[in-house]
């Protein structure tokens, strides 16, 4: 099971830091992706990260200004989010395949294992 938390409200250019917590399997043995889906829109990936940390890879609009790391102790994956804009205002997800010898991906259909999703929203 995946579970996102730390969405929510923000002033455009502010912070958040989302995190996603797995219970039943240990994260730091699969690829995790961040993906979020705007009002309207198809479900886009925007950050990943490999097993053992091996890769970490981000969509262009994200780059720069979000960073995704693992913190393997408390089984969780987190995805700070600085510069905020309105544009980044979505529901958030993360998923992960479960196939240990995979590299992560920013393709969605790469995932089979979703969590609920965490509402983030950013004002102008």
């Known amino acids: 099971q995946l579970v996102e938390s730390g969405g929510g409200l923000v002033h455009s250019g502010g912070s958040l830091t989302l995190s996603c917590a797995a219970s039943?399997?240990?994260?730091?043995?699969?690829?995790i992706v961040w993906v979020r889906q705007a009002p309207g829109k198809e479900r886009k990936g925007i950050s990943c990260?490999?097993?053992?940390?091996?890769?970490?890879y981000y969509e262009d609009s994200v780059k720069g200004r979000f960073t995704i790391s693992r913190d393997a102790a408390k089984n969780t994956v987190y995805l700070q989010m600085d510069s905020l804009k309105p544009e980044d205002t979505a529901v958030y997800y993360c998923?992960?395949?479960?196939?240990?010898?995979?590299?992560?991906?920013?393709?969605?259909?790469?995932?089979?294992?979703w969590g609920q999703g965490t509402q983030v929203t950013v004002s102008t």
């Open positions: 990260i490999s097993r053992n940390d091996e890769y970490t």
């Open positions: 039943g399997f240990r994260l730091d043995y699969y690829s």
């Open positions: 998923a992960t395949d479960l196939q240990p010898f995979r590299r992560c991906s920013l393709s969605v259909n790469q995932y089979d294992y």
